[in-house]
């Protein structure tokens, strides 16, 4: 009789485990399912990732080669154009050491006025350039530039005009022309 209430035990056992057991069971392969699918999303998120990343790397590979021919273009452009303003700037410098030596009947003083000019610009908010146009335009009219243009410089800064306007200003006021100095300070 120990033997059987052995056994009617071990099947009580069975019977009241064997629910969970396969319960449990059921829940294992649903786990493994689930994991396997996690694991398939993980490995087509990779795929779909490294995809895009190399979309990504390609797309910006033909923007920067984009940008750097634009910014090779944009170089040579501008360097073009420095090039014609610097050899546009030249060839008004001896224009006007041309009227220099003119003005002053001697390729000496045109030098030297050339050279005070520059200096000169150097220390001012002027260009050379206005600078030299600006004396041999008053050298032409008889007016040492040396003497006239740190005046009129100071007068054309201080009225918020160019220097050239001060300079014709004062040609005309040399001249009697006072029609344009008029309209000149009414406006």
């Known amino acids: 009789m120990a033997k059987n209430k052995q056994i009617n035990v071990i099947l009580a056992l069975r019977d009241h485990f064997s629910g969970k057991v396969k319960k449990t069971k059921d829940e294992i392969k649903k786990l493994e399912r689930e994991v396997k699918r996690a694991t398939n999303s993980v ?15 390609k797309k910006t590979t033909k923007t920067v080669a984009g940008i750097t021919a634009i910014g090779t273009t944009f170089a040579a452009t501008t360097a073009a154009m420095v090039a014609k303003q610097g050899f546009s700037e030249a060839m ?43 004396a041999s335009k008053l050298e032409m009219m008889g007016l040492t530039a040396e003497k006239y ?10 009225t918020n005009k160019s220097l050239d306007q001060a300079i014709e200003a004062m040609i005309d006021a040399n001249t009697g022309e006072l029609e344009r100095l008029i309209y000149s300070l009414a406006s």
């Open 92 to 134: 008004d410098l001896e224009g006007f050491r041309l009227q220099l030596e003119t003005a002053t009947k001697s390729a000496e003083r045109a030098g030297e006025i050339m050279r005070w000019a520059s200096n000169f610009a150097a220390s001012t908010p002027f260009e050379t350039g206005e600078l030299v146009e600006g």
């Open 149 to 158: 243009i740190p005046l009129l410089g100071d007068m054309a800064s201080s």
């Open 43 to 57: 490995k087509s998120f990779h795929s779909s990732a490294i995809s895009s990343f190399d979309n990504v790397i």
